[in-house]
Each structure stands twice: as structure tokens, then as C-alpha cells.
């Protein structure tokens, strides 16, 4: 190696010359910091394009009758919001958070596997653009939900190649961010850095990416599945030629159960590195809080059949189901429980990601109340495909990931940019969010009860007035995101210096770089003992 790579971290400032410049930086860069930037921007983006089609929905279902758009349109924006939100804003924004964030917090230069990163970046936007080309093609865009359930997803006209290119590959993004965060951090961690003194945050994301390859690969047989059912002239699904309809369901859900923990597990880290560093306590029971992440991966692969309870399966099925749902309850219960006694007479402050980290463990707690509601077979008949199953899970969703997302992006914001934000904006970004998505997504636990359906875009006018309610709590909290975009620019443009720590309570190697951190961080391996890892 050259001599003017082998550097110690700390005399950073010739690393700052050897930076790419211009739009090659970001079309071939093969840093963990700007790739894990550009996943970032790009989720950004994409949650707003599927916030757009939201309002679209919620616009709709303002007044009973039709009022703006016509039914299979309507169907085409539930469908797509949800590809689009899950595909493209929550495991992006997660994958952008580990991409930045794990190397430095194990004390590794980079990625193991930085070329691959760059691929796996850019395979999104063009997944992105065949997805949304739908939009303008015979038949128009997929409408049959995002779980792509056959036949109905099967009327699709021109658009069905798309959707299936389309998801096949952002399985393949997703598989190889997976694979990399494991090289990553299997094989690059600093002298010192055992797998017992890891931040919580790298755990979850280890835990995470071994769910992604075993689940993702089943979403694409899925799919291949449906892809040979269409053109085929094969009948895996297909009742006329022997298929069965409901074994797509089984498979699906086989990847869409260990899915939702993909999607919440990072969230959960980044909580677990926030609410220690403003408690300004260690967190309480990190043994426990890797083993209980561990569990729920685990018990994700057995739960799968919980979505399906109303198909007709034999009662011993749904008895099974019904218990092993049950069962997740109670890691899940031991991480709250951890996170609580942490806070517990700690010395805290609730700065902006104190803020979000605490919304995350409220309303969480509500979705995940909800879920062992559920989870309950007889009682789920009634639930089942009404608002209840919509408002549970956009409070696992929404305050549960996103809100997890955003306490990360303030949490980290001043060591990516070297600036402080704005602390008051910062607040009343979380408060107008908080408000805001209780008055969108509480009020759908009552019209589910009262029987009104998911996926329909009119409705008997008893359930105006509710409708109406929860359609202004999501203008507002659309509206309110624009705050938070405001808060990233003003603070990527300037502001407050920040510290190299930033956080007075912060532990881990990430607090010991400058901010920002040098382009090319721990060229020297940092020598980890307790007091410097999750302390």
C-alpha cells in the first residue's frame, strides 16, 4: 500500500483531497458513506412518491360515492403505495442507514464488498422506473394488491412483465446489501470488536440481512411462479389445471411475515443506540436484547399462516398459528421492557431522536397490541381484510419504522454533516407527526370494527364522518414531512458546528471520528475494549 493511504484516523484532512468530484462521485462510488447517502436521498424520494398516492387515496375516500378518481385507478394507488413504501422508502432508508453507519461503528474502512454496494444501489432506480412505467401502459398499473394474490393479480395487462422484473429485482438489491453487511461485519470488525461488544444497532442489521436471503429468494419463486401461470401455460395457481390459488398465499406469506421484521428490526436498533445515549445510561440487558432479536427472526418463519386464517385450513393448523403468533410476544415484550428500564432514572433529556425513540415505543406498542389481537383465530375472522388490519399495521409501520428512520437521521444528521439542526423545528416535526398520524391511524380501528373493508373505494355513508377525520390527520401528516426535508437542507447548508462526540451521552467508535467523518475512515484499525464499545 502507499504510503499516503496508511493513515491514523485522526489526521484526517488529507483524505478530504482524495474525494471524486462530480457526478462520477455518485454514479461509480464505491464509498460506504455516499452510497449509504444516496440510499438515504433515494427513500426520501420515494416516500414521498408513495405519501403522493396516499393522499390520492385519502382524498377519495373523503366523501362515500366516486369523487376523483375511477375504482380500478383507486386499486392501482393502494397497490402501488404500498410496493413503492416498502420497496422503496423503508428498506432503502434502512439499508442507507447500515451502509453509513456500520463500518464506522466496528471500526472497518468500508464495506467488505464496496462494488457491490454500488450495484446494489443502482439497481433501484431502474426496478423503480419499470414499476412506475406501469402507470402508462395498457391495462395500467398492478391492482390487485401488493401481495400480488392470483388470479386477480393475474388480469394485468401489459404492465405484469414489469412488476414481476420489477420486484425480482429489488430482491437481488436487497440480497446483495445482505450478503455485504455480513462479510462486512464477520470479517472487518476492529481488533477487540467480539460479536458480544457490538452495537445493538450492527446486531439487528446482522439479524436483519440473514432474514433477507432466506426469505427474498421465496418472493422470487413466487413471483416466477405467477410469471409461468400467465405465459407460460403453466397452473401452479390455477384451480383449472390443478393449481391451488391458496398455495401462492402460503408462499407469499412465507417471505411476507420474516418481511415485516426486515423492515422493523433496523428501526429497533437505531432506538436502542438512541435511548441509551439520552438516558446517559448503558442499555439494560444487551444480552438479552441481541437474544431476543434473535428469537423473533427465528419465530418470524413459523407465524406465516396468521395472515391467512380465514382460507379454510384444518383447525390444528390455526391453533399452531394462532400459539406461535403468540409466542413472538414475548421477545418483543422483553425488548420494551429493556428499553424501559433503561430510561428508568436515567439522567434524561429529550432532544429530537429522544423524542422519535420514545414515539416508537408508545405507538409500536399499540400496533403490536393490535397484533396479538389478531392473532387470536376466532376473533380474527371478524377482523380480517377490514380498516382494524389497515390501522395495525401502519402503527407497526409507520411509528414503529419510520418514525425509528427519522429519530436515526436526527440522531446521526450532525456526524454526517458536521452541523447541528434545528433543534425547534426538530421538535415541532415530531409533535405535529405525533399528532397527526394518531388522528390517521387510530380512528381505522373503529370503522374496521364496524365492519368497513380495506382496498374499496366507496363506502356506506355511516362511515363518513370517521373517514373524514382520518383523511385531514393524513393531509397533516404529509404536510408535516415537508418540515423535515426543510431541517436536512438547512442543516446539510450550515448551521451550529458540531462536536466530534455531538451527543453527550453517546458511546462507540462512531463518536470518536471527526464530524463529518473523513471521506476514508479507520484506514488504522481501532483497538476496541469495553470502554470504547457499547459502554
Not at 63 to 80: E, H, I, K, L
Not at 181 to 190: D, G, H, K, L
Not at 390 to 407: E, L, S
Amino acid at each position: 500500500m502507499s504510503e499516503a493511504v496508511i493513515h491514523d484516523h485522526d489526521s484526517h484532512d488529507d483524505h478530504h483531497d482524495h474525494k471524486p468530484t462530480g457526478i462520477g462521485r455518485w454514479l461509480f462510488s464505491t464509498n460506504h458513506k455516499d452510497i449509504g447517502t444516496m440510499y438515504l436521498v433515494f427513500a426520501l424520494i420515494m416516500f414521498f412518491i408513495g405519501g403522493a398516492m396516499a393522499m390520492v387515496i385519502r382524498l377519495e375516500l373523503f366523501q362515500p360515492g366516486m369523487q376523483y378518481v375511477d375504482p380500478q385507478f383507486f386499486n392501482s394507488m393502494t397497490t402501488v403505495h404500498a410496493l413503492v413504501m416498502i420497496f422503496g422508502a423503508l428498506m432503502p432508508a434502512g439499508v442507507g442507514l447500515a451502509n453509513w453507519m456500520i463500518p464506522i461503528m466496528i471500526g472497518a474502512p468500508d464495506m467488505a464488498m464496496p462494488r457491490m454496494n454500488n450495484m446494489s444501489f443502482w439497481i433501484l432506480p431502474f426496478a423503480f422506473t419499470l414499476l412506475l412505467s406501469t402507470f402508462f401502459m395498457a391495462g395500467g398499473a398492478p391492482a390487485g394488491g401488493w401481495t400480488m394474490y392470483p388470479p386477480l393479480v393475474l388480469q394485468l395487462d401489459h404492465g405484469f412483465p414489469f412488476l414481476i422484473f420489477a420486484v425480482h429485482f429489488l430482491g437481488i438489491s436487497s440480497i446483495m446489501g445482505a450478503i455485504n453487511i455480513i462479510a462486512t461485519v464477520f470479517n472487518m470488525r476492529a481488533p477487540g470488536m467480539t460479536f458480544m461488544r457490538l452495537p445493538l444497532f450492527v446486531w439487528t442489521w446482522i439479524i436483519t440481512a440473514f432474514l433477507l436471503i432466506a426469505s427474498m429468494p421465496v418472493l422470487a419463486g413466487a413471483v416466477t411462479m405467477l410469471l409461468t401461470d400467465k405465459y407460460f401455460g403453466t397452473a401452479f395457481f390455477n384451480a383449472a389445471g390443478g393449481g391451488d390459488p391458496v398455495m401462492f398465499q402460503h408462499v407469499f406469506w412465507f417471505f411476507g411475515h420474516p418481511e415485516v421484521y426486515i423492515l422493523v428490526l433496523p428501526s429497533f436498533g437505531v432506538i436502542s443506540q438512541i435511548i441509551p445515549t439520552f438516558s446517559r445510561k448503558p442499555l439494560f440487558g444487551y444480552a438479552s436484547m441481541v437474544y431476543a432479536t434473535a428469537s423473533i427472526a427465528f419465530l418470524s418463519f413459523f407465524v406465516w399462516a396468521h395472515h391467512m386464517f380465514t382460507v379454510g385450513m384444518p383447525l390444528t393448523g390455526e391453533l399452531f398459528f394462532m400459539y406461535a403468533t403468540m409466542s413472538i410476544a414475548v421477545p418483543t415484550g422483553v425488548k420494551i421492557f429493556n428499553w424501559m428500564a433503561t430510561m428508568w432514572k436515567g439522567a434524561m433529556t429529550f432532544e429530537t431522536p429522544m423524542l422519535f425513540a420514545i414515539g416508537v415505543l408508545f405507538m409500536f406498542s399499540i400496533g403490536g397490541f393490535s397484533g396479538l389481537m389478531m392473532g387470536i383465530t376466532p376473533v380474527d375472522f371478524q377482523y380480517h381484510d377490514t380498516y382494524f388490519i389497515v390501522a395495525h399495521f401502519h402503527y407497526v409501520i409507520v411509528p414503529g419504522i419510520i418514525f425509528g428512520i427519522i429519530g436515526g437521521v436526527y440522531f446521526w444528521l450532525p456526524k454526517w454533516t458536521g452541523h447541528m439542526y434545528d433543534e425547534t423545528l426538530g421538535k415541532w416535526h415530531f409533535w405535529l407527526s405525533t399528532i397527526s398520524v394518531n388522528i390517521l391511524f387510530f380512528p381505522m380501528h373503529f370503522v374496521g370494527l364496524a365492519g368497513m373493508p380495506r382496498r374499496i373505494p366507496d363506502y356506506n355513508v355511516q362511515f363518513t364522518d370517521w373517514n373524514q377525520i382520518i383523511s385531514l390527520g393524513g393531509f397533516a401528516f404529509g404536510l408535516s414531512q415537508l418540515i423535515f426535508v426543510w431541517v436536512i437542507i438547512k442543516c446539510v447548508r450550515g448551521g451550529e458546528k458540531a462536536t466530534d462526540q455531538v451527543w453527550e451521552g453517546a458511546h462507540g467508535l462512531e463518536w470518536t471520528l471527526p464530524s463529518p467523518p473523513p471521506f476514508h475512515s479507520f484506514t488504522t484499525p481501532p483497538q476496541v475494549t469495553d470502554a470504547t464499545a457499547h459502554s
